[in-house]
T-cell receptor
Framework: AQSVAQPEDQVNVAEGNPLTVKCTYSVSGNPYLFWYVQYPNRGLQFLLKYITGDNLVKGSYGFEAEFNKSQTSFHLKKPSALVSDSALYFCAVRDMSSGNTGKLIFGQGTTLQVKP | ETGVTQSPTHLIKTRGQQVTLRCSSQSGHNTVSWYQQALGQGPQFIFQYYREEENGRGNFPPRFSGLQFPNYSSELNVNALELDDSALYLC?????????????FGPGTRLTVL
């Protein structure tokens, strides 16, 4: 079965420091991976995706993610955190076993807390 | 902000009732997916609609049903509401035919079942 794991419920980082939010995946075949962010009482906002090509993917708001096939990971990173980055972050993988439905499988989410 | 809109924003129902949630897709998108997000959980795929037909379904019972209209907007209907149906319901629009299309989410409808 295809799955996504976010091993940390919460990540705390000081403003200005680099941040990493971890994600590992388990899929059959090529993985198509996504990161979304959710602010309180809001829907999910798309940050970036990996389909193929360069292992370092750049996205919105200065975020980037590094795809590592050997470690089956897709960690989200940002060189310098802002207080406004505090939110709930979800990693997701496209479920290719379900045909062409576009079904996304989400992790449990990681709360990022950036302190001034 | 995406161009995906959902209505209503909040809804309170009692157990056994029926509810209809609505979603308007982003301009240029022809596919709508629905997800249920329980408190403290990641979103769970309910189903997807493409060309007015259901195009894949997650592990949800038949009392969850949907429609897609010619303008690509969509409805999610839930019959015989149960307490566990209390959740944030998210719709996402995308363009079928685009290589691994990105799904853009609306703000969600918060359903509370008493």
């Amino acid at each position: 079965a295809q799955s996504v794991a976010q091993p940390e419920d919460q990540v705390n980082v000081a403003e200005g420091n680099p941040l990493t939010v971890k994600c590992t995946y388990s899929v059959s075949g090529n993985p198509y991976l996504f990161w979304y962010v959710q602010y309180p009482n809001r829907g999910l906002q798309f940050l970036l995706k990996y389909i193929t090509g360069d292992n370092l993917v750049k996205g919105s708001y200065g975020f980037e993610a590094e795809f590592n096939k050997s470690q089956t990971s897709f960690h989200l990173k940002k060189p310098s955190a802002l207080v406004s980055d505090s939110a709930l972050y979800f990693c997701a993988v496209r479920d290719m076993s379900s045909g062409n439905t576009g079904k996304l499988i989400f992790g449990q989410g990681t709360t990022l807390q950036v302190k001034p | 902000e995406t161009g995906v809109t959902q209505s209503p924003t909040h809804l309170i129902k009692t157990r056994g009732q029926q509810v209809t949630l609505r979603c308007s897709s982003q301009s240029g998108h022809n596919t709508v997916s629905w997800y249920q997000q329980a408190l403290g959980q990641g979103p769970q795929f309910i189903f997807q609609y493409y060309r007015e037909e259901e195009n894949g379904r997650g592990n949800f019972p038949p009392r969850f049903s949907g429609l897609q209209f010619p303008n690509y907007s969509s409805e999610l209907n839930v019959n015989a509401l149960e307490l566990d149906d209390s959740a944030l319901y998210l719709c996402a629009s995308s363009s079928a035919g685009v290589m691994v299309d990105t799904q853009y989410f609306g703000p969600g409808t918060r359903l509370t079942v008493l």
